[in-house]
Every structure is written in structure tokens, then in C-alpha cells.
């Protein structure tokens, strides 16, 4: 049963674009949400976190974008930059709960 | 500030063999995670520790995999025996509470080949 889905595998962005990263999510008792950026051989680093009490959080060229209603977030990178080449993974947690549900991920690619 | 440590970073294994991780944490987390994530999939939490003691662990194929928190600080995570199935990268988390307004930090993960 997968809670937390990111429906696009790969996504390919022309460097100075904007990227932008969906995921969507079943379970409306989650009320904090957060982004995770992947390199190849290192473990997830995290990104950027959204609580529901919010319908956005911003930090420096990352955006995250929550709409409860559809559940659905998104991750907007203005603008794409190279090194922004990685697998981006949505997680999703209710505070009423104890653990982390993870989207399947979505490897961006950012072509100089 | 010091990440997750993981070891080894590698391990390649027969099927039936036994195989063990190890995981220190960052100072002061009180939450303990390991996660396994297969090929093309996101991570799946295996068990959760909270200082020395199991929150959840209702994902952790209990017949074949254990793990334990000795002194609430580093944690092991054992397969016995490993099945081709196990092969995948077996991530260990921490953070400084439980699940909620605060997130995880991973190490770098155990990349584990059963052949």
C-alpha cells in the first residue's frame, strides 16, 4: 500500500529552468511533509519540510507547495542548476504517528 | 557535527550466509531508524528505535532479520540467512525525537549483495 507516490521516474530540465517535482499522497491524517535529495552512494540529505499548517515553505531556490485538498506537494527549483542532478524523494508523517512514509523517488537531471 | 556512520559500506554474501550492519547515530538523537531500500523503490522502514527501546517494528521480517539498540546509542542489524531478496541498500537514520515536526538524517547506507 503505497502512501506517499511520486508518479514521474525521471525528469530532464535545461540548466537556468525551473524544475519542478510532484508527489501526491493518500493518507489525510499526514501533516508534515518533507523533500530528501539523493546522490548515487550517499544516503539522503534532507531538503526542505512542509507542515500542513502551511501551503508554503521557501529557501533560497527550493519551493515547496502544499494543497491539502488534493494532497498534493510539489518542489519547484528556480533556477536548475547542474549539481541539482539527483534522485529527489517526497516523505510524508503524521504527528500522531511514529514513521516516515517515501514516495519511489524521481531522478532529475539538470543538462548544462 | 559528526553525520550517521554506517559499516560497511559494501557487502557482497551467498544466500544462507548471515550478515550484520552497524550504525552510530548522531549525538543526542534519541530515534533510531533502519530502512531498506530496494532498486527503483523509495526507503521502507524496517524497525524504529526510540533510545533503547522498539517503537515499531511490524515491517521487520522478524523470521530472518533482528536488531538491537544496546545502551540507546549504536545499533545493529543482522540477516540470518540472507535470501536474493535481501539484496538492497540498508539505510540507518536518526533524529532527535520521534516522528513529527523534525527530520531524519541518514547515513551513507549499506549497499548488500546476495548472490
Known amino acids: 500500500d503505497q502512501q506517499v507516490k511520486q508518479n514521474s521516474p525521471s525528469l530532464s530540465v535545461q540548466e537556468g529552468r525551473i524544475s519542478i517535482l510532484n508527489c501526491d499522497y493518500t493518507?489525510?491524517?499526514?501533516?508534515?511533509f518533507l523533500w530528501y535529495k539523493k546522490y548515487p552512494a550517499e544516503g539522503p540529505t534532507f531538503l526542505i519540510s512542509?507542515?500542513?499548517?502551511?501551503d508554503k515553505n521557501e529557501d533560497g531556490r527550493f519551493t515547496v507547495f502544499l494543497n491539502k485538498s488534493a494532497k498534493h506537494l510539489s518542489l519547484h527549483i528556480v533556477p536548475s542548476q547542474p549539481g541539482d542532478s539527483a534522485v529527489y524523494f517526497c516523505a510524508a508523517s503524521a504527528t500522531t504517528g511514529n514513521q516516515f512514509y517515501f514516495g519511489t523517488g524521481t531522478s532529475l537531471t539538470v543538462i548544462p | 557535527e559528526a553525520g550517521v556512520a554506517q559499516s560497511p559500506r559494501y557487502k557482497i554474501i551467498e544466500k544462507r550466509q548471515s550478515v550484520a550492519f552497524w550504525c552510530n547515530p548522531i549525538?543526542?538523537?534519541?530515534?533510531l531508524y533502519w530502512y531498506q531500500q530496494i532498486l527503483g523503490q523509495g526507503p521502507k522502514l524496517l524497525i524504529q528505535f526510540q533510545n533503547n527501546g522498539v517503537v515499531d517494528d511490524s515491517q521487520l521480517p522478524k523470521d530472518r532479520f533482528s536488531a538491537e539498540r544496546l545502551k540507546g546509542v549504536d545499533s545493529t542489524l543482522k540477516i540470518q540467512p540472507a535470501k536474493l531478496e535481501d539484496s538492497a541498500v540498508y539505510l540507518c537514520?536518526?533524529?532527535?525525537?520521534?516522528?513529527?515536526?523534525?527530520?531524519?538524517?541518514f547515513g551513507p547506507g549499506t549497499r548488500l549483495t546476495v548472490l
Open positions: 549525538s543526542g538523537h534519541a530515534t
Open positions: 512542509i507542515s500542513s499548517i502551511k
Open positions: 537514520a536518526s533524529s532527535l525525537r520521534l516522528a513529527g515536526y523534525n527530520e531524519q538524517f
Open positions: 493518507n489525510s491524517m499526514f501533516d508534515y
